[in-house]
């Protein structure tokens, strides 16, 4: 836990987002239109208990500075626990995270970042995100 916490702190580049809007539902989507985007998106800039943000989805900015949290859940894979994180920003967002190849101890010293946000059952959007550290 404490490796992915220093891992996130730091200045993360935006350099992919897909956006996946559709129908959803607790097995899966339904018919989805998927808009993907890629170069310098924007930046995550992580303190110890803040996040100041900035990224361009489809057309749209999100900015702010949030509170920020990452949470560990090990879960049962086969005969092994891996490692299961979730990183909350506030009010803002809550994102599956996972860090390099999400292989064994992969957030110690993590470069990159993928993030994903799945709506609830109904219309609505699913996000990945890819960041680089630099």
């Known amino acids: 836990m404490e490796q992915g916490r220093e891992s996130l702190i730091g200045t993360w580049k935006v350099t992919y987002i897909k956006s996946s ?11 989805t239109e998927v808009l993907e985007e890629d170069g310098d998106l924007g ?16 057309d749209t900015l ?26 909350s920003i ?6 599956d995270a996972q860090f390099g190849n999400a292989t064994r101890n992969a957030e110690k010293n993590a470069t990159t970042l993928s993030l994903f946000e799945f709506p609830m059952e109904g219309p609505g959007v699913a ?8």
């Open 21 to 31: 809007y559709g129908e959803f539902f607790t097995n899966g989507a339904g018919s």
């Open 127 to 134: 996000i990945e995100m890819e960041l680089s550290k630099f």
């Open 62 to 87: 999100y900015a702010g500075s949030a509170l920020w949290n990452l949470d560990l859940e090990k879960i049962r894979s086969g005969f092994f626990r891996e490692n299961s994180f979730t990183l």
């Open 90 to 95: 506030e009010e803002n967002f809550i994102f």
């Open 43 to 58: 930046t995550f800039i992580f303190n110890e208990t803040t996040v100041d943000f900035d990224f361009v989805r489809n």
